[in-house]
């Protein structure tokens, strides 16, 4: 869609043609769209791998000594970092192998946000790197 330079209040305008054309897409689903929403409802996610993979994080980090939010509903957890910056505390998890990133950027400084949406077993080997990396601020 095109609204010219010349009318006035082009951007405005613009704006509001394409807030009708977003609300009116909703309202007027693609069929194909409707078919997919309709063969989708009441069906749920399988949440316990989830559940399951949180619990085993969440025991693992705790046991080791992490300081740690269990989350009610998300696939990832906060970490307390073991120094105060938190993009510092990741960078040297790296040095395990270990891919977890800053919370600061999520709200949480402070913190390291760690995902547990892998394999099972691929939680349960990552305990030896996070015991490394524990004890290496142990002096």
Do not use: H, W
């Not at 749920?44 to 791998?49: C, N, Q, W």
């Not at 989350?71 to 977890?100: T, W």
């Not at 760690?114 to 305990?127: A, G, K, P, T, W």
């Amino acid at each position: 869609m095109i609204v010219p330079d010349e009318v006035t209040e082009n951007k405005t305008v613009y704006a509001a043609i394409a807030g009708a054309g977003r609300a009116l897409g909703y309202v007027c689903a693609p069929s194909m769209f409707q078919k997919v929403i309709a063969a989708c409802v009441g069906n749920t996610g399988d949440i316990e791998l989830y559940k399951k993979n949180r619990d085993l994080l969440y025991d693992g980090l705790t046991k080791i000594g992490y300081e740690c939010f269990k989350p009610q509903g998300a696939f990832y957890m906060f970490v307390k970092a073991l120094e105060p910056d938190a993009d510092a505390f990741c960078e040297r998890a790296k040095e395990q192998d270990l891919l977890i990133v800053s919370a600061t950027g999520f709200g949480c400084p402070g913190y390291a946000r760690v995902s547990y949406c892998v394999d099972y077993d691929m939680i349960e080997r990552s305990f030896t790197a996070f015991e490394k990396l524990y004890k290496s601020y142990q002096g």
